[in-house]
């Protein structure tokens, strides 16, 4: 029986209550959400999400790297499932609905089909992707990329978080172990791939709109430098004799946003977000900086051009200021197209459900960049209040969300017949 979109109600009481139980699981307080790969909050975190997937009588599995999966069996068991989901995982200071409206909404989607007496052809799979977010250990989507195939298990297991712990040693101590390789999905294992998430941006906002169809997700890079000075008596060292990393640092972190700005495109953008300084005393002169930075574009060719150039830019004010310079690409990843015939489904359950929606490209990743990468995938996004995300205040109103879940369920009970 396939219900007619109309015909499926979403419990709204219940998903808004569940979105903020699990904000409350955090290292920061309430609204901020600070859930950073296997630290006690993310494994809460995972806990809490098991218990109601246990609730909703769906069984649980997880792989080698943490990515957690549900399943809603269909009839034709031989058919590929569909697969939707997102993450769970946050970083400093963030706001309660990048990811989990995905992963909620997913949940929930479920089960007001299942409420609604339908029965898929197809099975219907929920992920909770590990570390979409790049805090520990550098790159972002850790567990799609796996699943994807994209970078060596070897490779990424030997990525090291601040204190020296490696990825491979935090899945242990989370009680994550096995063979990496054995996360990989085979091409095609899903039939289709469709994410809801929150749009991070302004556009839904500014247009009235409570949909937007994802046709494209920008391509993210992200560029470590390392720039190594003296250190020394901030009093006694004077100022002829130094080779302080900051002031190389100061002209690179200017580079980083010229070199965006210079492209003439808006769709180009550069951030310098994060900025070690070692030893970190205010009476020592800097010895070690370490710049992590994050450049992104919806062209690959000008995501790279701007990528090149600041590492020539960052190696030359090295030169400049007389400091040691190192730099590495933790990541520089090709943009993801959509499939045109999930955007026709999308945009067929909107129709169905009279929403208005329109199309856009995504300027933030997502774990479904990778998923695009084995599957047709797109994403439905819900309006973000201000365009805030990333920040405690990030905010999407209950009845706009569950608008998004409706959208969610009538694509997934189309894509899976
Ligand atoms: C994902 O969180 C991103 O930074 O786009
Ligand atoms: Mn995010
Ligand atoms: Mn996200």
């Known amino acids: 029986m396939s219900p007619t979109a109309t015909s499926v109600t979403i419990d709204q009481a219940r998903l808004s209550a569940e979105i903020e139980a699990l904000a409350q699981i955090s290292d920061t307080p309430y609204p901020s959400v600070t859930r950073v790969l296997f630290t006690e909050a993310d ?25 957690t999966y549900v399943r809603w069996a269909g009839t034709d068991l031989s058919a590929a499932p569909v697969g939707t989901g997102s993450h769970t995982d946050a970083i400093p200071n963030a706001g309660r609905f990048d990811g989990v409206v995905g992963v909620l909404g997913g949940l929930e989607a479920i089960r007001a089909l299942q409420r609604a007496g339908f029965k898929p052809r197809r099975s219907i799979e929920l992920v909770m992707f590990t570390a979409e977010e790049p805090t520990r250990f550098g790159p ?65 906002e500014r247009a009235g709109l409570p949909i937007g169809v994802v046709t494209a997700i920008a391509a993210p890079a992200t560029l470590r430098v390392q720039l190594t000075g003296e250190g020394g008596h901030a009093g006694a060292v004077l100022m002829p004799d130094r080779h302080d990393p900051v002031l190389a640092a100061s002209e690179i972190m200017l580079a980083v946003d010229r070199t965006a700005r210079g492209t003439g495109n808006v769709n ?23 710049l992590t930075i994050d450049v992104r574009d919806i062209e690959l060719a000008r995501r790279d051009g701007m990528l090149a150039e600041i590492r020539q830019t960052a190696r030359a004010s090295a030169e400049k200021f ?96």
């Open 43 to 67: 494994m809460k975190a995972r806990a809490w999400l098991k218990l109601r997937y246990a609730e909703a009588g769906l069984a649980v599995r997880e792989d080698s790297i943490g990515n």
């Open 140 to 204: 972002g989507c850790v567990g799609s990329r796996i699943m994807a195939g994209t970078m060596s298990p070897e490779k990424i297991m030997a990525l090291r978080d601040k204190d020296g712990l490696s990825l491979d040693q935090a899945r242990a101590a989370a009680g994550y172990s096995g063979s990496v390789a054995s996360a990989q999905l085979p091409k095609n294992y899903y039939s289709a791939f469709v994410e809801l998430h929150i749009e991070q941006g302004y556009r839904l």
């Open 268 to 290: 180009s953008v550069a951030t310098c977000g994060l900025v070690q300084v070692l030893p970190g005393a205010v009476n020592s002169i800097p010895r070690d900086v370490t």
């Open 322 to 417: 007389g400091v040691g310079f190192s730099d590495e690409v933790l990541n520089a990843d090709a943009p993801a197209t959509c499939a045109p015939e999930i955007l026709a489904a999308i945009h067929a359950a909107c129709d169905e459900l009279g929403l208005r929606y329109q199309d856009m490209t995504s300027r933030a990743y997502h774990d479904s960049l990778f998923m695009a990468l084995i599957c047709p995938t797109s994403m439905i996004f819900v309006p973000s209040k201000g365009g805030f995300s990333h920040r405690p205040d990030e905010f999407t109103k209950s009845e706009e969300i569950v608008d998004g879940v409706r959208v969610l369920s009538a694509t997934l009970a189309r894509l899976a017949g």
